[in-house]
């Protein structure tokens, strides 16, 4: 008991001296802010003085005070002649920035002064472009870009006959189904060169008594193929050399073969990655003199005229149970609409997200349940009854990169007319098919295969706007390490080096086969030891040899 007490006696000390220490902290931190305040407060009278006492002396006697911004080791003329340098670029780069502006006026002007109107006009600040239909023949087009038309056929043509619109992709991604894939051919992959891994595919061709080398060189920027004479040549270039064509500023490049059965069904998935057969595309209706998106998504009717347009675009179809793609629209619980607009066009599924036929929600200004589709759109279609101007911007979004504006004139008539302009961020490349001179399209399927042919091109020229293309990217450098590892890996387990399951190291400090070789002379020997007399001191010292050996390798 006593000892008992002795420590509570201890700890009751203990809180004591905890407290008088805290007590005498706190009185000194008072003591120093009253301090403070003291020396403020002295601070402040004397300059008040010395403002009375500068009052009364001439002004011609009396020097400028700078600031109390300025340095206090700094003098008012040099400070005032600083800031006076300071100022003076700032000025001339305001100049410079208002003569080079281009004053767009705002949609509520455009409005004020009356019609004609245009269809469609830039943002304020910029930041678009609007197709113009004076261009050259061919312009806007993507034979510069790294789109191209398809190949297989005349598939990217249109199946009309009177006129050819021309669905742009990348053909790239197709090339090694079309010219690799079931044919005789060699594949290789490289272990960090300067520029990463890398995949090669080759395949030996003759055309009209000519020899040709067709070649595929994967990188984690891009993709090349082509294909090359073998004319004058005796020898075949090495795989390195042929690498080093293609990529001059590619280095330290060792190539091995891929011995993967299925390596071929691995690179196709690869190269297709970015193979696109299914497109949603936002389709909004804009009323005469609406300038917000508030306004745009809060329209619920359907009018006649509306509603022969978007029979001309697709099916009216059911959303409960529909089994084509969707786009993201609830096919089972109704919660974005009993109904929305769906077609396929030269093999691809195309949904619409029809404005009018999104949920609408009493008492939410902005319409989240339309926007929230819309607005995750890449490409949009704005379907204008009468003549009214619209802004690319109107509609606030990070994802919707490109508009076609569709105008009717004289609807639901057998003189029906769609007026059409394109618009688009200035970081999209310019697509085709061009707009003709006048854009206006009489009602028929010529229309509709230019305007579809025009929806789906916009969206593949998005991908190569920054911000798209810096997420492709990503991801095509990852998706190249992963195949080029699982060929790797795939390739090693054909040569019995390791176990396909098994995560195993590369060149660079792998062991591979090696150890799972040592693993099995290993479990042999100990079978051997243990039927021996003193195989188990023998056991122990070989344990200890294994385990030096395996930190090592």
Same mark, same amino acid.
């Given at each position: =008991?006593?000892?008992?007490?002795?420590?509570?006696?201890?700890?009751?000390?203990?809180?004591?001296?905890?407290?008088?220490?805290?007590?005498?902290? @706190?009185?000194?931190?008072?003591?120093?802010?009253?301090?403070?305040?003291?020396?403020?407060?002295?601070?402040?009278?004397?300059?008040?003085?010395?403002?009375?006492?500068? *009052?009364?002396?001439?002004?011609?006697?009396?020097? #400028?005070?700078?600031?109390?911004?300025?340095?206090?080791? =700094?003098?008012?003329? !040099?400070?005032?002649?600083?800031?006076?340098?300071?100022?003076?670029?700032? /000025? !001339?780069?305001?100049?410079?920035?208002?003569?080079?502006?281009?004053?767009?006026?705002?949609?509520?002007?455009?409005?004020?002064?009356?019609?004609?109107?245009?269809?469609? %006009?830039?943002?304020?600040?910029?930041?678009?472009?609007?197709?113009?239909?004076?261009?050259? $023949?061919?312009?806007?087009?993507?034979?510069?870009?790294?789109?191209?038309?398809?190949?297989?056929?005349?598939?990217? =043509?249109?199946?009309?006959?009177?006129?050819?619109?021309?669905?742009?992709?990348?053909?790239?991604?197709?090339?090694?189904?079309?010219?690799?894939?079931?044919?005789?051919?060699?594949?290789?992959?490289?272990?960090?060169?300067?520029?990463?891994?890398?995949?090669?595919?080759?395949?030996?061709?003759?055309?009209?008594?000519?020899?040709?080398?067709?070649? =595929?060189?994967?990188?984690?920027?891009?993709?090349?193929?082509?294909?090359?004479?073998?004319?004058?040549?005796?020898?075949?270039?090495?795989?390195?050399?042929?690498?080093?064509?293609?990529?001059?500023?590619?280095?330290?490049?060792?190539?091995?073969?891929?011995?993967?059965?299925?390596?071929?069904?691995?690179?196709?998935?690869?190269?297709?990655?970015?193979?696109?057969?299914?497109?949603?595309?936002?389709?909004?209706?804009?009323?005469?003199?609406?300038?917000?998106?508030?306004?745009?998504?809060?329209?619920?009717?359907?009018? #006649?005229?509306?509603?022969?347009?978007?029979? %001309?675009?697709?099916?009216?179809?059911?959303?409960?149970?529909?089994?084509?793609?969707?786009?993201?629209?609830?096919? *089972?619980?109704?919660?974005?609409?009993?109904?929305?607009?769906?077609?396929?066009?030269?093999?691809?599924? %195309?949904?619409?997200?029809?404005?009018?036929?999104?949920?609408?929600?009493?008492?939410?200004?902005?319409?989240?349940?339309?926007?929230?589709?819309?607005?995750?759109?890449?490409? /949009?279609?704005?379907?204008?009854?009468?003549?009214?101007?619209?802004?690319?911007?109107?509609?606030?979004?990070?994802?919707?990169?490109?508009?076609?504006?569709?105008?009717?004139?004289?609807?639901?008539?057998?003189?029906?007319?769609?007026?059409?302009?394109?618009?688009?961020?200035?970081?999209?490349?310019?697509?085709?098919? #061009?707009?003709?001179?006048?854009?206006?399209?009489?009602?028929?399927?010529?229309?509709?295969?230019?305007?579809?042919?025009?929806?789906?091109?916009? !969206?593949?020229?998005?991908?190569?706007?920054?911000?798209?293309?810096?997420?492709?990217?990503?991801?095509?450098?990852?998706?190249? +390490?992963?195949?080029? +590892?699982?060929?790797?890996?795939?390739?090693?387990?054909?040569?019995?080096?390791?176990?396909?399951?098994?995560? +195993?190291?590369?060149?660079?400090?792998? @062991?591979?086969?090696?150890?799972?070789?040592?693993? $099995?002379?290993?479990?042999?020997?100990? @079978?051997?030891?243990?039927?021996?007399?003193?195989?188990?001191?023998?056991?122990?010292?070989?344990?200890?040899?294994?385990?030096?050996?395996? $930190?090592?390798?």
């Amino acid at each position: =008991m006593s000892q008992t007490g002795g420590r509570f006696h201890n700890k009751k000390a203990g809180i004591r001296a905890a407290v008088i220490l805290i007590g005498l902290l @706190h009185k000194s931190r008072k003591a120093k802010e009253k301090e403070r305040e003291k020396e403020r407060e002295k601070e402040e009278s004397e300059g008040k003085q010395e403002l009375l006492n500068i *009052s009364t002396v001439p002004l011609g006697e009396c020097p #400028p005070s700078p600031p109390r911004t300025a340095p206090p080791s =700094m003098k008012s003329a !040099e400070f005032f002649d600083m800031l006076e340098r300071m100022q003076v670029p700032k /000025a !001339e780069e305001t100049k410079r920035w208002k003569d080079d502006y281009i004053p767009y006026p705002r949609i509520e002007d455009v409005l004020e002064k009356g019609g004609p109107y245009p269809q469609v %006009i830039l943002p304020q600040f910029g930041g678009y472009w609007i197709e113009d239909v004076e261009a050259p $023949a061919g312009t806007p087009s993507s034979s510069e870009s790294s789109f191209c038309e398809e190949e297989e056929g005349g598939e990217g =043509m249109s199946p009309s006959g009177g006129h050819s619109y021309r669905l742009e992709c990348n053909s790239t991604a197709r090339a090694y189904r079309k010219h690799f894939l079931g044919k005789e051919h060699m594949n290789y992959y490289c272990t960090g060169s300067s520029i990463g891994n890398l995949i090669m595919s080759l395949k030996h061709e003759e055309a009209e008594g000519q020899e040709y080398l067709r070649i =595929m060189l994967r990188s984690r920027i891009k993709t090349v193929h082509d294909r090359i004479s073998l004319a004058g040549i005796n020898q075949l270039p090495s795989v390195p050399q042929i690498a080093k064509l293609l990529c001059d500023d590619a280095t330290g490049l060792k190539f091995n073969p891929v011995l993967y059965p299925r390596g071929s069904q691995l690179i196709v998935a690869y190269d297709e990655h970015e193979v696109n057969n299914t497109f949603k595309f936002g389709l909004v209706y804009q009323k005469f003199g609406q300038t917000s998106e508030e306004e745009l998504f809060g329209n619920n009717e359907e009018t #006649p005229a509306f509603k022969e347009f978007l029979s %001309i675009l697709g099916d009216n179809i059911e959303l409960q149970d529909f089994k084509g793609f969707r786009g993201g629209l609830d096919v *089972s619980h109704g919660q974005t609409g009993s109904e929305s607009v769906y077609t396929v066009f030269r093999q691809r599924e %195309i949904m619409f997200h029809v404005s009018t036929k999104l949920p609408f929600t009493e008492g939410d200004v902005q319409q989240l349940q339309r926007k929230r589709h819309i607005g995750n759109d890449i490409v /949009a279609a704005v379907f204008q009854e009468e003549a009214t101007p619209f802004v690319p911007d109107m509609i606030a979004s990070n994802f919707l990169h490109a508009y076609v504006l569709v105008q009717v004139e004289n609807p639901c008539t057998e003189n029906t007319t769609y007026k059409v302009s394109v618009a688009a961020r200035e970081d999209v490349p310019p697509f085709g098919p #061009p707009l003709p001179n006048p854009a206006v399209f009489r009602k028929g399927p010529e229309f509709r295969d230019f305007l579809l042919t025009k929806l789906i091109n916009a !969206e593949n020229a998005c991908y190569k706007s920054d911000k798209f293309a810096k997420l492709e990217g990503r991801t095509r450098a990852a998706l190249l +390490d992963n195949l080029h +590892d699982e060929l790797h890996r795939q390739s090693q387990a054909a040569l019995g080096l390791g176990q396909a399951g098994e995560e +195993d190291k590369l060149e660079n400090g792998g @062991h591979g086969g090696l150890l799972e070789s040592f693993k $099995a002379l290993w479990t042999a020997t100990l @079978h051997f030891l243990h039927s021996v007399p003193g195989g188990a001191v023998l056991v122990a010292v070989l344990a200890v040899t294994v385990y030096f050996l395996s $930190a090592l390798l």
